[in-house]
């Protein structure tokens, strides 16, 4: 017979260590922890809520006297809202307002679950202690035992001559033992005092005092250091300290040793201002570097802004500067890659309503290694306006903008330019396909202040320029079913066609300051212009046929894509794009009856092998343009095999100002050797050169606990030679470096080191098929 006995009063202190479960990735659910008891269910009124003061007390037998004691045995259970106490026998002492309790002794509250000897609760002060206790956090992989546990008034919990691992029970992987641990509820980290860390019960740190976290929740402190060794840098240590100022901004600190060159100190400075905006401020220092000639003081500055103001208002702010040229080449940056060589620097603030917008930017790039420097647009203002079904169906935009470009060479042309775009278009689309009619008229002013001392031509002081422009658009949708290789398909075949028409101007009394060459792809097939920027608008009359097949599977996901198509010119374009060095006005015309053959496919060979592919044929001169082509085999979570090849011609190259011909062939992947332990690796080899570029392998170990990472790389070293830069001296063709990374999860590790990134760490990153779905 179970008896029921109502007490109310509060009796057990509650321990909230944090408002919600700490979100957890796929990998470490697999790994959580749970304690051997099941979880106790608190008992609901008759309207479904818990009762936050009441106090159930529920057991096979009791003596009571009024008062003074009451004992409880068999199956007891002590219930107060969100926390529960079961046990053999209890005894509450209403005199001295305390409860005993032992025998089976479980303590659960919402948060941690805690298995002990005996328990001693005091009401007066609203603390209890917990004798040779073994405790398991929620929802995570902490856990561990103690002599003894107490739950304190201000509801924080003190373990003393205690322990805790993230590692399944039975596994000492690692184990960290301490005399006293304090966990505050509030902080919702941990402190601990004369510990000793254990890795395969082998004692190998002792720590005087730490911090460690109870939750996802940010706290001050080391985080794990990084090793390495390489041929620039020679032996590595980085040991990052993170800083939690303030809950809307924090700083990461990193002092970065390389015993080639010296002290390399890194920091990264994060910010929230307000609900909608954030930004973040790096600055590296490395002073005297040893490596290199005259040991040269080596820095940068990094600061990137963004957000909503209101809900009109948007802001964007990047700048970065580098002491060299060669920073990137030479130093691990928090900030670009090593294959990065353009510095963006741009300030821009928008207005958005609903038909129109207004930005104001200024603008810089400096690129690492180019003697000849972009120009500024100091300042731009556009404004731009749309008006869909206007009139009977028809769509007015109107784009515009003014910008000044001012150069850093006081021997070098500056301009103003304003243009404006109106346009008018007839957009008709239905399930059998669309046609788009377009009438615009391109009108640019420019005032130029032709400022070259060498130059052989000068530039107009004003210019006005007036293009018309025609286009149509169509395409046509076809569908059919059909089935190849005894499988059901949707097949479709989308032919589309393109009609341009530019007015031709000659522009050779108009200076080059945003304007580059684009990329003759399929897509840039149909493109209205052959150039970006607006200093060159070429002249056109011509045909752009293309073609699309697909086929989906009876899920509908897409199997096999494949796009042809080429340019047909009625007549020649006058108008090409001046050289880089304005000696003169060389221009490139297009000469010839059709532009280049460009073909894409992306498909599914069969079940896990993919493959995609590009190429850019010249069908006048018999001549690939352009050509490159993946096999991909992915037959599952982080298996990846993939051959590549690329090859592009006449392919410039700033330093020689002479074309290469780029030809290179690759290997990339990653599988896993069992559960635990994968590798990632990857090889090019530049078939020109018969040498090999980048080679990288990797192992990596990951348990539930712990995980270790061992690479080696082997690639060729980026060279932007300046006579004026002294950092030059020195410099190896290729670096060859040995990096070990390793991580205990639960003691502040960054968590599980993942496949993907190293798929990314190296001068190429792996790409996936286009367009198709796994």
Known sequence: MQIRYLLALSLLPQLVLAEETPATSNSDTQCIVEPPVPRLTPPE?????????????????????????????GDVSFSQGGRNIAAD???????????????????????????????????????????????????QQIHGDAEKLEITPDNNLHLTKTNFTTCPPEDTSWLLEAETIKIDSKEEWGELWDAKLKIGNVPVLYIPYMTIPVSDKRKSGFLFPTFSTSTTNGVEVATPYYWNIAPDYDLTFTPHYM????????????????????????????????????????????????????????????????????????????VQRATDNQLTRIGEVSYFEKNW?????????????????????MPQFGFNYRSPDVWKGLDFDFLSEVTNFEHEDSDQATATRLHFEPSISLPLHGPAGSLTSELKLLQTYYWQDDARTNANTELDSSVTRTLPQVR???????????????????????????????????????????????????????????????????????????????????????????????????????????????QG?????????????????????????YMSGAIQYDTTESENKKSEVTLDFRPGANKLLQ?????????????????????QAGMRGAWPLNDSLYLVGNWYYDLNESRSVETYAGFQYESCCWAIRLSYHYRIKTNYDEDYNPVLDNRELFESGLYLNFVIKGLGGSGPLGVSDMLNDGLFNYRKPLYLKN
């Open 89 to 139: 026998e209890a005894i509450l002492d209403q005199e001295a307002e305390r409860l005993d309790a032992n025998g089976n002794l479980v303590f659960q509250d919402q948060m941690f679950t805690v298995t002990a000897d005996s328990l001693t609760a005091e009401m007066r002060s609203n603390s209890a202690t917990l004798s040779g206790a073994q405790y398991w956090l929620h929802g």
């Open 472 to 582: 149509i658009h169509g395409q046509v949708n076809f569908e059919r079913f059909t089935d190849y290789f005894n499988e059901n398909y949707r097949q479709t075949l989308e032919p589309q066609f393109q009609y341009l028409y530019v007015g031709y101007e000659d522009q050779s009394n108009i200076g080059i300051y945003d304007t580059a060459q684009l990329q003759e792809d399929y897509f840039g097939l149909f493109r209205e212009r052959r150039f970006s920027g607006l200093d060159r608008v070429a002249d056109a009359n011509q045909m752009t046929l293309g073609l699309t097949t697909r086929l989906f599977d009876s899920h509908n996901v897409e199997k096999f894509k494949f796009s042809l198509g080429q340019i047909f010119y009625f007549q020649d374009s006058r108008v090409g794009i001046a050289d880089s060095t304005f």
């Open 585 to 609: 006005e060389t221009f490139t015309q297009e000469n010839t009856s059709n532009s280049v053959l460009a073909a894409e496919l992306n498909t599914q060979l069969y079940q896990d092998w």
């Open 259 to 334: 015993s080639a060159r010296g002290l390399f100190l890194k920091s990264d400075f994060r910010y929230l201002a307000g609900d909608a905006q954030q930004g973040q401020l790096n600055i590296e220092y490395l002073g005297n570097d040893d490596m290199l000639a005259n040991s040269p003081n080596r820095y940068l500055y990094h600061w990137e802004h963004q957000g909503a103001i209101d809900e009109n208002w948007r802001v964007l702010a990047n700048y970065t500067d580098v002491s060299d040229n060669n920073y990137f080449n030479d130093l691990k940056s928090d």
């Open 643 to 663: 051959f590549s090849y690329r090859y592009v011609p006449d392919l410039l190259n700033s330093n020689t100002n002479e074309s290469v011909n780029i030809s």
């Open 357 to 377: 917008d207004f930005n104001a930017r200024v603008q810089d790039i400096k690129v690492l290694g180019e003697d000849e420097k972009p120009y500024q647009v």
């Open 45 to 73: 009124n008759s309207d479904g809520k818990i009762d936050l003061q009441e106090i159930r007390i529920i057991s096979d037998r009791s003596e009571a006297q009024m008062g003074k004691q009451a004992k409880f045995n």
